[in-house]
């Protein structure tokens, strides 16, 4: 059974880190492009960060705006798991985040994350919360 797991979230100060895991299990994580995406309360569902597949021939690496210069994506050492570092933490950064796979090709890119519907697995989600 193909899974994703997330995991690494929790309450932490303002200006704190957190770091996310996405662990695969049945599938290893290497061909498939992952993102992050969070949704708070009453707002619409943010892609923050994707990276793309190894096969990939741009080798894209996305940030959203909110994000850039304070969150880092990267593939684990073990080829099922994705992390997001995540620096400098704002409570503007509150919601839940989830981890998604896609195999299909381009869904990451320098102009975004893509579309739900792109997206082949999705993670369960773990909260992250952001206040003093």
């Known amino acids: 059974q193909f899974q994703l797991v997330e995991s690494g979230g929790g309450l932490v100060q303002p200006g704190g880190s957190l770091r996310l895991s996405c662990v695969a299990s049945g599938f290893t994580l290497d061909y498939y492009n992952i993102g992050w995406f969070r949704q708070a309360p009453g707002k619409e569902r943010e892609g923050v960060s994707c990276?793309?597949?190894?096969?990939?021939?741009?080798?894209?690496?996305y940030y959203a705006d909110s994000v850039k210069g304070r969150f880092t994506i990267s593939r684990g050492s073990a080829k099922n798991t994705v992390y997001l570092q995540m620096n400098g933490l704002k409570p503007e950064d509150t919601a839940v985040y989830s981890c998604?796979?896609?195999?299909?090709?381009?869904?990451?890119?320098?102009?975004?994350?893509?579309?739900?519907?792109?997206?082949?697995?999705w993670g369960q989600g773990t909260q992250v919360t952001v206040s003093s």
């Open positions: 998604a796979a896609s195999a299909s090709d381009y869904v990451c890119s320098d102009g975004g994350a893509g579309y739900r519907y792109e997206y082949d697995y």
């Open positions: 990276i793309s597949s190894l096969s990939s021939r741009t080798g894209s690496i």
